[in-house]
Nanobody
Framework: QVQLVESGGGSVQVGGSLRLSCAASGAVSSYCMGWFRQAPGKEREGVATLTPDVFGTYYHDSVKGRFTISQDNAKKTVYLQMNSLKPEDTAMYYC???????????????????WGQGTQVTVSS
């Protein structure tokens, strides 16, 4: 399993931006990569996923047009650019990798088997 370490979280005001980074211990070019978040008292949800080879992307409806997932294979790093942040984006954000089973990478957390420790994002009004 690849080891993942997130960074880039913090506290911002409404409308601000953050870029989360996920550094992997090994190559990630052939894996499904995803960003997930979990707010207190809520289930973990898929925010964005990146399908290898075709670089297809999935975004949760609530972040479409505001968040962008990208990957730098040379740096073995996955990013989540978050713009126009809202209070409801406040959560612990996790990076994860999973086996590419063909087709688009599902945002279901149960299909990802390597997880980072998380980075907190807090958006205040």
């Amino acid at each position: 399993q690849v080891q993942l370490v997130e960074s880039g979280g913090g506290s911002v005001q409404v409308g601000g931006s953050l870029r989360l980074s996920c550094a992997a211990s090994g190559a990630v070019s052939s894996y499904c990569m995803g960003w997930f978040r979990q707010a207190p008292g809520k289930e973990r949800e898929g925010v964005a996923t990146l399908t290898p080879d075709v670089f297809g992307t999935y975004y949760h409806d609530s972040v479409k047009g505001r968040f962008t997932i990208s990957q730098d294979n040379a740096k073995k790093t996955v990013y989540l650019q978050m713009n126009s942040l809202k209070p409801e984006d406040t959560a612990m954000y996790y990076c994860a990798s999973g086996v590419n089973r063909g087709g688009s990478c599902s945002p279901s957390p149960r299909l990802f088997d390597s997880w980072g420790q998380g980075t907190q994002v807090t958006v205040s009004s």
